[in-house]
């Protein structure tokens, strides 16, 4: 920031003392004009009564503050500063719009039809979306947060103080939020932005403040701390970095990846050289493990999983939606226990105390990551980053030199993928013709149900043909949106919970037979007579089984037994295809009919149960 630039806040030697505990201790902190002045510290908890302390919560305070040139006191009455927190003043049974264009008085503008173009417009500038006619009660939590920055926008008072801003926000909205955040910028307004993560402070920020102890320890230009951040990170972690004899290790790299190369003779060999590589990384930084994660390129879904075990430290995975985050930021990144959330970005972890995590690149895309762990507080020195992303190349270049090789055999694959279609349509077209002649049937509806099957099989096909890299995985997300535009109907809404998770060909082609069959059955026995009609579609993976739940809202099964021994083609095709994936399937009645089928990932993952 410039020298000269004015100063719209400044608090001197600011001393808050509530309930026997000192929370601040002659803080001194300045925000400038036209500035984003972020305050980062490790302790949410003292974040949270920074906040306070601006918004005039905690009104009783030794010190000075200025607003404007002016000397003033920290109130609740202030008007000129606005501290947008999630869900603050906000009217649950009125619109979005009408509680954009909210007054601090609670009164909104009577000119409805200007205020609704004028939201449109602010959606369509800063590219966010939301739907402005749904009442906020019906809203979900990111979309609330929004409207208060929204809000914000429309107050434009001088001083603005954001609270975790980034936190709850999807990526789409993200983007939207920084525009908001340059346009206020741009007209001059003045924000302080609260957060726990460095990363988002870099991101957007003018100047970076270090909150600590009570104290403003350190302020610099955003600039000068993304060229050394070192000062910074030693100050909200305390860490030390790592201080080894190199000599050796850059002969133990040299020779781990002479020896990788020679392992990859085949497409099947790449689970062995990314395991080759794991050991080494684990060795070379002193870490107490290490993973990496394959990614489907289109969705960053993971595909595989290589854990380097020999350690007697269990290896703590990651949940999906971590990776997907992590892969998101583009770059390595290390989080501690000292981070807000740490915890929930395991499936379980006891003993893991810093995780280090870079992106693999492989021609401009991101096709893994790599999670190198351990036991203590730690961060990378430059050599020690310099040697990670070293690993980070070989394996690019190992995974690149595995899809080559399995792209010579993909059209001898895509014959025996035909092949083997052709005989499961042959063998449902033979059962439909048994049972035909058994119980017979109305023909058009025979003829349907055919048709929808070879359908579900054909999306699978259709997939793959759009897959960029001309692969044999297939996202599950998309499976189940495919197979659900067969079905669409006007009194039918169908909810969907399904994370991206990427599945083998095969594997695919028997789950969308799966979920036909049971949305079929939904359709034609749910809903006769009804209203308000929901079908809820549910697939998580939890890293050892992935569950699918398939739900309505409609009569439900007269007992327990009635799903099970029917004899429908359907129910026969659903049972015969997850015992082959070694799962369950389970009817219940529960406000309507609810499958629950559950299948190990080790089975569908698995190169021996993949043959067709």
Known sequence: ????????????????????????????????????????????????????????????????????????????????????????????????????FLTKTGVFRLKKRQELRRCEELLEQFQIKLDLRKKVREMAREDRKMLEFLRAYIKNCPIVVLSEPFLDIDKDNRG??????????????????????????????????????????????TEDVIKNPKEIMYMLSGWAPLQRDSRDKEWNILQTIVNARDILSSSSELKKELLY???????????????????????????????????????????????????????????????????????????IRTIVCMPVNRDEQISGLIQVSFRENRLLSETDERYLKTFGKEIAIAIETSNLIGRSMLLQESH???KNNLQMITSMIYMQKLHYKEKGGDIDEIFQSIISRISSIAIVHNLLAKDKNEGSIVNLYNIVKEVIKIYERDDVRIDLDVENISIPYNKATQISLVVNELICNCM???????????????????????QLIIADNGCGLKNREQMELSGS????????????????????????????????????????????
């Open 524 to 546: 034609k026995h749910a809903f006769q007579g009804r209203k308000d009609n929901v079908i809820r579609v549910f697939c998580h993976n939890d890293g050892k089984n992935i």
């Open 569 to 612: 083609i359907g129910v026969s095709v659903v049972k015969s295809i997850i015992a082959g994936l070694h799962g369950t399937v389970d009817f219940a009645n529960n406000a309507g009919t609810t499958v629950r089928i559950l299948f190990p990932t080790s089975h569908v993952y698995d190169a021996r149960n993949s043959k067709d």
């Open 277 to 351: 590589l794991a050991k080494d990384i684990t060795k070379v930084l002193g870490a107490q493990n290490s993973v990496i994660y394959l990614l489907n390129e289109e969705v960053n879904g993971v595909i595989d999983t290589i854990r380097d075990n020999e350690t007697k430290l269990s290896v703590p995975s990651l949940k999906s939606d971590a990776i997907c985050r992590l892969v998101c930021e583009g770059k390595l990144v290390i989080l501690s226990g000292q981070n807000a959330g740490y915890e929930a970005l395991f499936q379980e972890n006891r003993e």
């Open 416 to 418: 025996h993928r035909i």
């Open 1 to 100: 920031m410039n020298k000269t630039a004015e100063t719209v806040l400044q608090m001197r030697d600011i001393s808050v003392r509530s309930d026997g505990e000192q929370l601040f201790s002659n803080l001194s902190f300045a925000l400038q004009k036209g500035e984003i002045h972020a305050v980062v510290g490790m302790a949410t908890h003292e974040l949270r009564k920074f906040v306070d302390l601006l918004s005039g919560d905690l009104s009783d305070y030794s010190g000075q503050c200025f607003l404007l040139g002016e000397p003033a006191r920290f109130c609740r009455k202030e008007r000129r500063i606005d501290v947008v927190r999630q869900g603050a003043n906000q009217f649950p049974y009125l619109s979005a719009a009408e509680n954009i």
């Open 176 to 221: 939207g939020l920084l525009n908001i955040l340059r346009e206020m910028k741009q007209r001059g307004q003045s924000i302080v932005f609260v957060t726990s993560h460095l990363d988002d402070a870099l991101h957007i920020s003018d100047r970076i403040s270090v909150l600590d102890d009570g104290l403003i320890k350190i302020t610099a230009k």
